[in-house]
């Protein structure tokens, strides 16, 4: 199916798909009946979710259904909004992925916890490591992966941070078939048979946003390190990241937002855990993991407008690479990722949108995500 029809089918679904989930809010004259009336429910437990159907380089066509609870663990007015994420979907090729995602903060934001855990059965692509790898049709490969991480954060006591933690990692990999994949049949990819993982690391955050769904002004600054020590998993390896976020709004819900990104791995890297290209966040239209290496580096710009009451916008751009090393980028081979997006408002108060995209880049790549929350 030609990508115009799979976009096509894909609205047209997910549009039904948004009448349900309108159909289950309260309306907005009864919204501005409650706050006339002094009796607004802001603080209780909220779900915003629908059932979906998405087409992305990763699945092909996918059904499935998800949704984010929406909570406060206190009813102090400095409080950020905790929630849990929550979601599951069968693709075309009988891929599957169950997922929970609480992330919850504490006594005015100065405790946050996050534990993710999901796993899947995945039809994979490994194309080799490297920024010109090529396209040969025989790079898939299928696995099974369960992944589970532990974060704690309280305020930091150094670099002027808002908050340090500590991170437990765990992530059980194994390669279901190789199929035909050559990196993978003659074992010579660090990997290639799967293997448990289990890191311990620290991270930084820096977060001045107004809003944590849908922010009009502030930054974002997040540094990450984990090592994988081998008392603990089968590599031994270490990984480091770093996510920087911009705000300008020239009106409300009128924004240029800007991110730029890096990921570096050094050690006996597993070839899944590489600094991975692509996916429905950076360099979107990609497939993750379109190209692999120790080093990646990636900026991209996002403008975004609603134009007619929850329905919105959204324009982005972006470029980036990977390489063996961090002084061995090469300029002139820069991939571009480029698209737009529709929006549509679940949530008005938190400002929580469902999103679907449709990104392109070089050499014929392309997809369309569909997701809660924005890209970045």
């Not at 089918?9 to 798909?17: R, S």
């Not at 087409?55 to 499935?64: I, M, Q, S, V």
């Not at 954060?153 to 500590?166: E, H, K, L, N, T």
């Not at 990977?322 to 929006?343: E, H, I, Q, T």
Request: net charge positive; proline share 3%.
């Amino acid at each position: 199916m030609s990508l115009r029809k799979s976009v096509l089918c894909v609205f047209l679904i997910n549009l039904f798909c948004c009448g349900i989930a309108y159909s289950q809010e309260r309306s907005e004259m009864a919204e501005k009946l409650q706050e006339e009336s002094g009796t607004s429910e802001e603080r209780k437990l909220k779900f915003n979710g629908s059932p979906y159907v998405i087409y992305t380089p990763e699945t092909d066509f996918a059904a499935g259904a998800g949704g984010v609870f929406i909570f406060y663990t206190s009813k102090d007015k400095e409080i950020s909004p905790s929630k849990v994420g929550a979601g599951g979907y069968y693709t075309k090729n009988k891929q599957y992925k169950l997922s929970v995602d609480p992330v919850m903060y504490f006594n005015r934001d100065k405790l946050y916890i996050r534990t993710p855990f999901s796993f899947g059965y995945f039809v994979d692509k490994f194309w080799g490591i490297g920024n010109s790898t090529e396209e040969t049709g025989t790079e898939a490969y299928t696995t099974n992966v369960f992944a589970a991480s532990l974060n704690v954060q309280v305020p930091a006591i150094w670099f002027s941070a808002d908050r340090a933690g500590i991170i437990l990692d765990y992530n059980y990999t194994k390669i279901d078939d190789k199929k035909d994949n050559t990196y993978l049949k003659d074992d010579s990819v660090a990997g290639s048979n799967g293997g448990t993982l289990f890191g311990i690391g620290t991270d930084l955050v820096w977060d001045s946003r107004d809003n944590l769904f849908f922010p009009n002004k502030g930054n974002y600054r997040y540094l990450k390190i984990i090592f994988y020590p081998s008392s603990l998993s089968d590599f031994v390896f270490h990984f480091f990241e770093a996510d920087i976020r911009h705000y300008t709004s020239f009106s409300p819900d009128h924004i240029l937002a800007g991110n730029v990104y890096f990921a570096a791995a050094g050690g006996d890297v597993p070839f899944y855990m590489l600094p991975a290209l692509g996916g429905g966040n950076r360099m979107r239209g990609y497939f993750k993991g379109r190209y692999r290496d120790n080093v990646y580096s990636m900026a991209q710009l996002e403008y975004r407008r609603y134009f007619w009451r929850r329905l919105g916008f959204v324009v982005f751009a972006g470029l980036g690479d990977v390489a063996p090393g961090l002084m061995k980028f090469r300029f002139n081979d820069l991939k571009y990722s480029y698209g737009l997006g529709l929006r549509y408002l679940y949530n008005k108060k938190q400002k929580l949108n469902l999103r679907m995209d449709v990104g392109f880049g070089n050499d014929g790549n392309n997809g369309v995500y569909l997701g809660i929350e924005e890209a970045f």
